[in-house]
């Protein structure tokens, strides 16, 4: 085990506080840390965290609007030397790219891919298929009553078509259908399911497909280490394959809490979806130090609770204890994902520093997190890696 602070000090202070790019390629490959030059870290450049993960896996974040417009310079300076894999946070949801039937609104997801590759990052679209943040027209016809089951196929593909070929040959890789399995694992019963049946999520994949033969597609949801959860993915993903349909890879939200997930249990997910043969990113990664108000720990965005004191108890700071309770827990799920790098295609934050996570106001709003990987003054926390 190497001791990051350690390998900090042996290197001296740089940007961004302790090195977690350093001592991962010290312990990971015995090698002479790297910057973007190529020369060793000697020379007073803090190593990146991709050049860090090179060769194991894309390491990425979930950017907003004011970093794709380049006005939080800070997070922007982050994302460039940090991540070489960018998904949004927001503005390719459908609500937002086609507020109304026909009008689509570019703008923003324009921006954003024009950012991924002015420096040159792997581009990926969240997301096509939601039950959430999608507008509500997109289900209901001029009396406010569910259109038919060929309307609802039609409105789909002509979303999905219009958002995938404008992008084609850009994007890399769709979130094509994003939380469709409940926590036991049967279907969630969205108005996707009740209007068009099952088969909406194999047509979701069909569309995508065709509108850009060489994206990648991808399947995505959150507490993936449920047991029951796992089970109904695995029976998703088997039956898109067994009906001839394109998915090549499993997003595995990393939504974390203090207790839950345990390692273990995702680590049996993980496996049981790389069998299938699709490839696997953790997506949508934070690891959230704040006590939950309910018992499930999902990520569903409609469940919301009132504020109470004692739900925000670090608003004025984290304390030293809960601060290395919070690395030790990240570092553990940093091993597991660096020990099937092989398997594993990309590791996303869903967010660039604890300022900015959306886990300041969900599912309580107005409390004070600290899920991310930087801190609120743009430093890299201290982490303990074995692998």
């Known amino acids: 085990m190497k001791h990051l602070q350690l390998f900090f000090e042996s290197i001296g202070r740089q940007t961004f506080g302790v090195c977690l790019s350093c001592a991962l390629l010290s312990c990971l490959t015995g090698c002479v840390a790297k910057g973007h030059n190529g ?32 006005r939080d310079t800070a997070s922007v300076n982050i994302i460039k030397k940090h991540f070489n894999a960018i998904v949004p946070e927001n503005c390719m949801k459908s609500m937002f790219l086609q507020p109304a039937e026909g009008k689509f609104f570019f703008d923003d997801a324009d921006r954003f891919v024009a950012f991924g590759e002015r420096y040159g990052k792997f581009v990926t679209g969240h997301t096509l298929i939601w ?56 279907l969630r019963n969205s108005k996707f399911l009740q209007i068009i049946g099952e088969d909406y999520l194999p047509l979701a994949f069909e569309f995508a497909h065709a509108a850009d033969p060489d994206a990648q597609l991808y399947y995505n949801d959150y507490s993936m280490a449920i047991p029951a959860k796992r089970d109904g993915v695995v029976r998703l993903v088997k039956s898109l394959q067994e009906a001839g349909v394109r998915i090549d890879g499993v997003g595995m939200q990393g939504h974390l809490n203090m207790d839950f997930p345990c390692v273990e249990e995702f680590e049996k997910s993980l496996l049981a979806f790389a069998g299938l043969g699709v490839k696997i990113m953790i997506t949508e990664l934070d690891l959230s130090v704040l006590p939950s108000p309910r018992q499930s720990a999902g990520a569903e965005v409609s469940q919301t609770f009132e504020y109470q004191q004692s ?64 801190d609120r003054k743009y430093k890299l926390k201290e982490l303990t890696i074995d692998n």
């Open 131 to 186: 039950h959430s943040q999608t507008p509500r027209w997109f289900f209901v016809d001029s009396a406010g009553q569910d259109v038919s089951r060929e309307v609802m196929i039609e409105r789909m593909r002509s979303h999905i078509t219009a958002t995938v070929s404008r992008y084609r040959g850009r994007i890399r890789g769709w979130d094509v259908v994003n939380e469709a399995v409940e926590d036991d694992g049967s």
């Open 39 to 70: 020369h060793s870290g000697s020379n007073g450049e803090t190593p990146s965290l991709s050049d860090a993960f090179e060769g194991k896996f894309f390491i990425g974040a979930a950017i907003n609007l004011a970093q794709i417009y380049e």
């Open 311 to 374: 739900l925000n108890p670090y608003a004025d700071g984290l304390l030293a204890a809960v601060e290395k309770q919070w690395n030790e827990r990240m570092s553990a799920f940093f091993d597991l994902f660096l020990k099937h790098r092989d398997k594993i295609t990309r590791v996303t934050l869903w967010g660039v520093s604890d300022g900015d996570s959306w886990k300041n106001d969900w599912p309580v709003p107005g409390r004070t997190d600290y899920p991310l990987l930087f």
